[in-house]
């Protein structure tokens, strides 16, 4: 499967339409088709705005290991948050960590 093929899957269980991404995302219409047609390879600013946008990590999209297959968690909900809310933003921030990791970037504490 593709990034662009992985992006539509990520829209479609969205719920989102590639107008509505570029709305969320300031990533253009026109971009966004050219990315998820293969025609244009998207950069990692790009994949981690489509990704936040969309629910989903940029693991996900890009077809790699998911930082969520190789952690284990445990949280409580508190102050009417939904887990799965928790959930997609402790993931994003995961994969976030690890994307910096592997370019040698220090985390801001």
Do not use: H
Not at 7 to 33: D, N, V
Not at 54 to 66: F, I, K, N, W, Y
Request: with cysteine.
């Amino acid at each position: 499967m593709t990034v662009g093929e992985r992006i539509e899957r990520a829209l479609a269980a969205a719920s989102l339409s590639q107008r509505a991404l570029a709305a969320r995302t300031g990533i253009s219409q026109p971009t966004l088709s050219r990315i998820i047609s293969g025609e244009r390879p998207p950069k990692v600013p790009e994949l981690a705005t489509i990704a936040w946008a969309t629910g989903t990590t940029m693991a996900e999209l890009t077809g790699t290991g998911s930082v969520a297959d190789r952690v284990q968690c445990a949280a409580r909900a508190t102050n009417g948050a939904g887990m799965e809310e928790m959930r997609s933003a402790l993931l994003y921030c995961m994969e976030l960590d690890a994307y910096l990791d592997d370019q040698a970037i220090p985390f801001p504490s």
